[in-house]
């Protein structure tokens, strides 16, 4: 049982239909990558789990329990459309905003000042927002949907906006708040920080599921019988005995070494091959060939649309 | 419930503390008691200034003291002096100007000149030429040689003030002012008509800054759109009570020191018994035309302090508190859920049109109220929600049965609540579209969401 759990959502906007049924299922004290292309119906299922729109039909189970009004005191949510109050201070603004979560004023005050020294921020207090650059602006949003500690946090794109020293910052955070035993979804196009941060992922496209489980299980899953082979030396593989069973795609020789990528075809099995290879040259490294999740996401949505016409 | 605190505190402070509002707060009652103690003022100081006019030439033995001096004219008849010299140096003796009188006078009425370095006001020039006339008037009934011409001419001349008295119904009678009960109702119409517009368009502008500055979906990730929506129509409700009172208090307090620094001698019950003693010492003086003329104008100061004495200043004040806020919660509805469909504020025109319209007819009819307040359309017109605001305080004034007062106030209190459950229905869809402005028929759609 997941610590957060969707199941079955359908939401129907007039003229299409958003969610068709999806199912996610997050553990406790994982960190959840929820992908899609544009227009997926990511952000509508986001806004279904801040309960900021109700699904038509469809369980949202958060602890064990049906999700609650009350629960969003525990939930922390970072939007991808974000942005502050313009004309106001941004100390001010952040004790408001945690006051509307539910933290008392003292507290809350407490923990804003730890945060801000922490993100080095603190003579921006009695600055008004519209002073700020977007970037920083972000760090304040980014303080402002942690600051309650909210059990379960739904980051939408959290590093856009980001120069790559204050990316490297956030995410530090992020995992510390993981490990500190907090749930995370986390949504984004960056499949470079989904491979980084992810323990599992989903994949919607058209309100439908397309994947979903673990990220390991999904890249292997998604492996052809495709190696990477280098060796020192020069072999002739073309020749061997057993070349009608495998198909080389690629072939390279720089400095003494080649590099192989082959297909494996039939029943002949890695083994079969490395015994071929033993006898040819010097093995440097066998490996099988794991997809990034960029390649799987374009292989799916693409197979997807296809499927559909 | 602790949510929406939060959000009408913000709502209040924020605008509480900006500049504008302080400097709006502080300089309309300035502005306001300026147009009060100015003409006052200056009033009190003409008084003051008394401009000494010479009656000069043949003609002015004929009408030796029979022009009055006022409070500001003195006229001196120098009926020896040479009206050639003194037409040279008047200036130099203090008078104003000279007043040239032909002996032709009776048969020639423009044989008669005021002389003077300065225009002469309407005042000036009307108060000789009514002296003049009455005289001349006088001389000629009398060369009719008709006996006791004085006591039949004052037999004759009547004087009608009508005075309207309203006796309620437990046969009680309470002088009034129609004029007075005008006045509240213009004012109290005109002052929720601007002040429902002001404050609802700070509504909407609320709303629109919260949707394009993005921050709306945080907001609600935190608080129900219910509750954002009323917190921030009541967090400006409040500023503007806040600006109201202060208006209110600030201006009496400018008012109060202004006359006592400007004007030692001068409050309502003090310029009565002014009055009153002008009278009595014109009794003792002259004859009684003086007092004939100045009777009317005491009457209607006697009778406009007695209504005011006797208007329902509670009720009134009330009642314009409730409509007021009532006005404002129901259209602040409206402007909120037109805030929230659109992205910015040109777009907002097409939808101010269903606003504007029922607002600018309340005012309509409330102005058509003190012609005939007890006309149908203002009957109707004092329960519908969206005109009741203006065109019941304008029936105020003139009486109005208790239950109805209850009936329409409780109509206003009804129809907000429903409107605001409407428009928080079209503003929970609305903050979160961007892009296409939407048409009615899609707004209408979200209502069924």
């Given at each position: 049982m997941g610590y957060f759990v969707a199941k079955d959502i359908v939401k129907q906007y007039s003229n299409h239909l958003a969610l068709d049924k999806v199912n996610i299922s997050v553990p406790k004290g994982s960190i959840y990558g929820l992908l899609g292309p544009n227009g997926a119906g990511k952000t509508t299922l986001i806004r279904i789990i801040n309960q900021i729109t109700a699904p038509d039909s469809g369980e949202l189970k958060f602890r064990g329990e049906k999700l609650k009004p009350e629960d969003v005191a525990y939930i922390g949510y970072l939007p991808e459309e974000r942005g502050l109050y313009k004309k106001m201070k941004v100390g001010e603004q952040a004790l408001y905003l945690a006051q509307l979560k539910g933290l008392q004023r003292q507290?809350?005050?407490?923990?804003?000042?730890?945060?801000?020294?922490?993100?080095?921020?603190?003579?921006?207090?009695?600055?008004?927002?519209?002073?700020?650059?977007?970037?920083?602006?972000?760090?304040?949003?980014?303080?402002?949907?942690?600051?309650?500690?909210?059990?379960?946090?739904?980051?939408?794109?959290?590093?856009?906006?980001?120069?790559?020293?204050?990316?490297?910052?956030?995410?530090?955070?992020?995992?510390?708040?993981?490990?500190?035993?907090?749930?995370?979804?986390?949504?984004?196009?960056?499949?470079?920080?989904?491979?980084?941060?992810?323990?599992?992922?989903?994949?919607?496209?058209?309100?439908?599921?397309?994947?979903?489980?673990?990220?390991?299980?999904?890249?292997?899953?998604?492996?052809?019988?495709?190696?990477?082979i280098i060796f020192e030396g020069n072999v002739n593989l073309l020749t061997a005995s057993l070349s009608h069973l495998y198909k080389i795609v690629e072939n390279q020789s720089k400095n003494g070494l080649t590099s192989l990528t082959i297909d494996l075809m039939g029943d002949i099995s890695t083994n079969d091959v490395l015994n071929i290879l033993l006898q040819a040259g010097q093995v440097r490294s066998f490996n099988k060939v794991i997809p990034g999740m960029n390649e799987i996401f374009i292989k799916v949505v693409k197979d997807s649309k296809i499927q559909e016409k | 419930?602790?949510?929406?605190?939060?959000?009408?505190?913000?709502?209040?402070?924020?605008?509480?503390?900006?500049?504008?509002?302080?400097?709006?707060?502080?300089?309309?009652?300035?502005?306001?008691a300026g147009i009060i103690i100015v003409p006052a003022w200056l009033m009190s100081r003409e008084t003051t200034d008394v401009k000494k006019i010479a009656v000069v030439g043949e003609g002015s033995r004929l009408f030796n003291g029979k022009i009055p001096s006022t409070r500001s004219l003195k006229f001196d008849f120098l009926t020896d002096a040479n009206p050639d010299e003194l037409k040279n140096n008047f200036l130099e003796q203090g008078y104003y100007g000279v007043l040239m009188i032909s002996p032709k006078i009776t048969y020639i009425p423009n044989a008669i000149q005021l002389y003077s370095q300065k225009q002469p006001t309407m005042d000036i020039t009307s108060h000789i030429s009514n002296a003049l006339e009455k005289e001349i008037e006088r001389e000629k009934l009398e060369a009719y040689n008709i006996e006791d011409i004085d006591k039949i001419l004052k037999e004759i001349k009547s004087d009608v003030n009508v005075q309207t008295i309203l006796i309620s119904d437990t046969g009680e009678e309470k002088k009034t002012s129609t004029g007075l009960a005008m006045g509240i109702a213009y004012i109290s119409g005109l002052m929720i008509y601007m002040l429902t517009f002001i404050f609802g368009a700070q509504v909407m502008r609320g709303v629109i800054e919260e949707k394009t500055s993005r921050i709306v979906e945080i907001l609600i990730s935190s608080v129900k759109p219910f509750q954002l929506m009323m917190g921030k129509i009541l967090g400006i409700a409040l500023v503007g009570l806040t600006q109201f009172i202060l208006w209110i208090v600030l201006t009496l307090a400018i008012v109060g020191t202004a006359q006592?620094?400007?004007?030692?001698?001068?409050?309502?019950?003090?310029?009565?018994?002014?009055?009153?003693?002008?009278?009595?010492?014109?009794?003792?003086?002259?004859?009684?035309?003086?007092?004939?003329?100045?009777?009317?104008?005491?009457?209607?100061?006697?009778?406009?302090?007695?209504?005011?004495?006797?208007?329902?200043?509670?009720?009134?004040?009330?009642?314009?508190?409730?409509?007021?806020?009532?006005?404002?919660?129901?259209?602040?509805?409206?402007?909120?859920?037109?805030?929230?469909?659109?992205d910015n504020e040109t777009d907002t025109q097409q939808f101010m049109i269903p606003i504007t319209i029922p607002l600018l007819l309340g005012l309509f009819v409330s102005m058509s109220a003190f012609q005939n307040p007890d006309s149908s359309i203002v009957y109707w017109c004092s329960f519908i929600p969206f005109t009741s605001p203006m065109v019941m305080m304008a029936r105020i004034p003139f009486g109005v049965p208790g239950w109805e007062l209850a009936l329409s106030m409780i109509i206003l209190l009804l129809s907000f609540v429903g409107m605001a459950w409407l428009a928080a229905k079209i503003y929970r869809i609305g903050i979160l579209m961007y892009g296409k402005k939407p048409t009615y028929k899609e707004m209408f759609k979200w209502l069924r969401y």
């Open positions: 507290e809350a005050l407490k923990r804003l000042k730890k945060w801000f020294q922490k993100f080095e921020i603190e003579p921006w207090w009695n600055k008004k927002v519209e002073e700020l650059s977007k970037g920083m602006q972000q760090k304040v949003q980014f303080i402002i949907t942690v600051l309650h500690e909210p059990k379960l946090l739904i980051f939408d794109e959290p590093f856009s906006g980001f120069d790559p020293i204050n990316t490297a910052l956030v995410k530090k955070e992020i995992l510390k708040i993981r490990k500190k035993g907090a749930t995370i979804i986390f949504s984004t196009h960056d499949m470079g920080s989904v491979e980084e941060l992810c323990d599992n992922i989903t994949l919607i496209d058209n309100g439908k599921t397309l994947i979903e489980g673990p990220i390991d299980k999904v890249r292997n899953d998604y492996a052809s019988n495709r190696y990477e | 419930m602790n949510k929406i605190f939060l959000v009408i505190k913000r709502e209040y402070l924020s605008r509480v503390k900006k500049k504008s509002f302080i400097i709006m707060t502080l300089l309309a009652p300035v502005f306001l006592a620094v400007l004007l030692p001698d001068m409050n309502v019950g003090s310029a009565r018994s002014q009055v009153v003693e002008s009278v009595m010492s014109g009794v003792n003086e002259s004859a009684g035309e003086q007092v004939q003329a100045i009777q009317p104008q005491l009457n209607e100061l006697q009778g406009l302090l007695q209504a005011i004495k006797s208007m329902n200043w509670g009720l009134i004040i009330g009642s314009f508190l409730i409509y007021f806020l009532g006005g404002y919660l129901l259209y602040a509805s409206l402007f909120a859920a037109v805030g929230s469909a659109v």
